[in-house]
């Protein structure tokens, strides 16, 4: 079983930065992917980045050159730093990693840029 715990949400103005973190604790062999995706209020979950163990990243189009996901192995823990926040972004930030073909989702974490 893997347990994820999120921190590093908050409030922040429009221009803004913030950094999520996602540890992993549990017995499990190593972790594959790792991921972070949001929900809007009223809308779909989406991907925003995504590591794989290469590692190789990928990000959402409307991310791309403010956010980076990271990964730290040692600790099973994936970093997702914001910087150039917009209103848009405010949304509840969700990590995923997979182990094996398994998901597991992490609890969420509220960001909210004011503009």
């Known amino acids: 079983q893997v347990q994820l715990v999120e921190s590093g949400g908050g409030l922040v103005q429009a221009g803004g930065s913030l950094r999520l973190s996602c540890a992993a604790s549990?017995?499990?062999?190593?972790?594959?992917?790792m991921g972070w995706y949001r929900q809007a209020p009223g809308k779909q979950r989406e991907l925003v980045a995504t590591?794989?163990?290469?590692?190789?990243?990928t990000y959402a189009d409307s991310v791309k050159g403010r956010f980076t996901i990271s990964r730290d192995n040692a600790k099973n823990t994936v970093y997702l730093q914001m910087n150039s926040l917009k209103p848009e972004d405010t949304a509840v930030y969700y990590c995923?990693?997979?182990?094996?073909?398994?998901?597991?989702w992490g609890q969420g974490t509220q960001v909210t840029v004011s503009s």
């Open positions: 590591i794989t163990s290469g590692p190789t990243t």
């Open positions: 549990g017995k499990f062999p190593s972790i594959n992917a």
């Open positions: 995923k990693v997979v182990v094996v073909t398994s998901g597991y």
